[in-house]
């Protein structure tokens, strides 16, 4: 049951708090107010006071423009500072210097390196699997009838397939889905104390053993590919592969998990477009396009820092501070969209932002759009009469800034 909230206050001049409950839940209305009243406006994550850009237009300015960088250190001038606004113990430090937080050159060189692994092969490689997956998971879960879609279906998706990317034994697997588990679920207030002093040395230093593993014994996989990815004499350090297979879990599950629930809600709830899929199978690539679009699960990119003061709408983003681009508020701008808040599984050009834009677009869009494809496809296709077993206000929304996710999906399969 969703307890009553707080209704939102519409103050330009108020700090909004982005990762707070009033927010998770009547995000979209935000949205629309920043859209027309606030389009820079100020906000906040736990500690940390950052500006938001909503509009289109701006956000692609943002994310593409000279004046704004990802080292908080290089926007003040320093060069190596830390990319984080805290200090970090030592033995996880490796981890958080991943290329989503560099600039280039340093961001160049990384993500060549990364891209030789990522080929379209060995995406198509990994396409069989989902296949095989899902149907696997769809046939332990339909005879259930109701059962909570995110944990029984939408989870182990990603979850399989980034082990399978990574090339885990089986003994491998349950190490890693409580790794998941701690990073995904410990990234905030207290329990980011316990993440960081604790859960993310032992991730590190699983990833580091795992890396031992594969180069003794290497794979057809995407780790085996990255150690051995060189250009021009070059090959990632050590610290740089954790960093790299870090980020590769982190961005590559939650992301996919949240889309895949987020798309069988919205689905639902738009049943006339669900008739017009089932009928029109070619447009399945179109409607995860449009799902994204409409509720993806990525609202917002890492902060970007400008480095010189920069005057947007009659107010000023300081030098040094950080910013946010609002990913989904920017992909329901009716200035770039028509009908922004219809859902339209067609929509023709639908170039929303919800992988993000310019050096750090989404490493994995090839990957996430296939996945999302297949299992929604296939959880539709078998389930005629798939339908939400509580009604969608009922619908828990996870308070957590930047993101669009639910707690569970409770449905009834047949
Ligand atoms: C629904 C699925 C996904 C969504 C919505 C999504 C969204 C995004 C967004 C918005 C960014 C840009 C972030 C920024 O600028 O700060 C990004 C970057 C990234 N994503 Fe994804 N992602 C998804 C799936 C994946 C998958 C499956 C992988 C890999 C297995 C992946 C790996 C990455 C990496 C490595 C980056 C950083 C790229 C760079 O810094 O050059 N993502 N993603």
Known sequence: MVAALAKPVFDPNQTINLGGPVFAEHKYDWYRWMLE???????????????????????????TDDRFVRNRGRARGKS????????????????????????????RRLRNLVNKAFTPRAVERLSKRVEELSHE???????QGRVDLLEAYARPVPTRVIAEMVGLSKEDVNQFKNSMRVLTEGMTGL???????????????????????????????????????????????????????????????ETTLHLITNGIRTLL???????????????WES???????????????????????????????????????????????????????DFD???????????????????????????TRIALKNLVERNPNLRLAVAP??????????????????????
Not at 269 to 282: A, I, V
């Open 345 to 371: 599984i067609a929509r023709a050009p639908n170039r929303h932002l919800g992988f993000g834009l310019g050096m750090h677009f989404c490493l994995g869009a090839q990957l996430a759009r296939m996945e």
């Open 269 to 283: 709830e738009h049943p006339g477009q669900l008739e017009r899929l089932r009928g029109n199978p070619d447009l």
């Open 393 to 414: 206000s009922e619908l828990e929304l996870v308070s957590m800034a930047g993101w669009h996710r639910h707690a569970s999906l409770p449905a009834v399969l047949g």
């Open 37 to 63: 009243e606030a389009p820079l406006c100020r906000g906040k994550i736990s500690i940390i006071k950052l500006n938001m850009v909503a509009r289109y237009e701006d956000c692609r300015m943002v994310l």
């Open 287 to 341: 409607a995860v396009e449009e799902i994204i679009r409409h509720r993806g699960p990525v609202h917002g990119t890492k902060l970007q820092y400008a480095t010189e003061d920069v005057t947007l709408h009659g107010r000023t983003i300081k030098r040094g501070t950080p910013v946010m681009p609002l990913l989904a508020a920017a992909n329901h701008d009716p200035r770039a969209f028509e009908n922004p808040d």
């Open 80 to 107: 190596n500072a830390s990319p984080v606004p805290f200090p970090l113990p030592k033995s996880v430090s490796a981890l958080a210097r991943s290329m989503i937080l560099e600039d280039n050159p340093e961001h």
């Open 137 to 143: 998971l769809l046939d332990g879960i339909e005879r």
């Open 191 to 253: 329990a980011l104390l316990q993440t960081l002093a604790w859960d993310l040395r032992r991730t590190g230093k699983f990833i580091r053993r795992l890396i031992a593993k594969k180069r003794g014994d290497p794979g057809d996989d995407i780790l085996s590919a990255l150690i051995d990815a060189e250009e021009e004499g070059d090959r990632l350090s050590e610290d740089e592969l954790v960093a790299m297979v870090f980020l590769l879990i982190v961005g590559g599950f």
